[in-house]
């Protein structure tokens, strides 16, 4: 029975969103040293058309801060948040983790938390804001845009994907 932290990752855009990606990735590292957990599971794929998943460049940003190589599970599948959510899982299976720390930046914790709520109910979870490095007038569109995604799942509810071929 292991404890985790588990870093969403953030699609590579430019350099805001390469500073959020960073700022989950810094919290997830503060976490696993004050919290002594077993693993930082690394969560993200191909969702640019960069040569490298936001797990790997997470896991080499970790690495940077002192995290041995050895105690970051990659899962490089996912392309969404519901997906973040459903290879987690299946990570955290494969490696007897029991317990979440799941970090995700502050506009989009609300609905990481519903979705994460739905698809891992067998897991504790606790959820944790990164710090948020940008001005106000971004803060504010992240927020808005995050307020539609969840409108939509209130409304219409999450739907799973099928699972993609391993």
């Known amino acids: 029975m292991h404890t985790a932290v588990a870093c969403l990752g953030r699609g590579?855009?430019?350099?805001?969103?390469?500073?959020?990606?960073?700022?989950?990735?810094?919290?997830?590292?503060?976490?696993?040293?004050?919290?002594?957990?077993?693993?930082?599971?690394?969560?993200?794929?191909?969702?640019?058309?960069?040569?490298?998943?936001?797990?790997?460049?997470?896991k080499q940003i970790a690495c940077d801060m002192g995290v041995p190589p050895e105690c970051i599970l990659l899962e490089?599948?996912?392309?969404?948040?519901?997906?973040?959510?459903?290879?987690?899982?299946?990570?955290?299976d494969a490696n007897s983790i029991t317990s979440l720390l799941v970090v995700t930046s502050p506009y989009h914790l609300l609905r990481t938390r519903i979705i994460f709520n739905?698809?891992?109910?067998?897991?504790?979870?606790?959820?944790?804001?990164?710090?948020?490095?940008?001005?106000?007038?971004?803060l504010l569109m992240h927020y808005l845009s995050e307020s539609v995604r969840l409108a939509r799942i209130l409304f219409f509810g999450i739907s799973l994907p099928k699972k993609k071929p391993k």
């Not at 490089?76 to 955290?92: F, P, W």
Request: aromatic content about 14%; overall charge positive; cysteine-free.
């Open 12 to 58: 590579l855009r430019g350099y805001e969103s390469e500073q959020d990606l960073y700022a989950r990735v810094k919290t997830a590292v503060h976490l696993f040293k004050t919290k002594k957990v077993d693993y930082i599971i690394m969560s993200g794929g191909y969702t640019t058309s960069a040569k490298f998943s936001e797990a790997s460049i997470m």
């Open 76 to 92: 490089e599948k996912s392309t969404n948040t519901v997906e973040n959510a459903m290879y987690i899982h299946e990570t955290a």
């Open 118 to 138: 739905k698809v891992i109910a067998d897991k504790e979870m606790r959820f944790f804001p990164s710090s948020y490095p940008y001005k106000f007038s971004m």
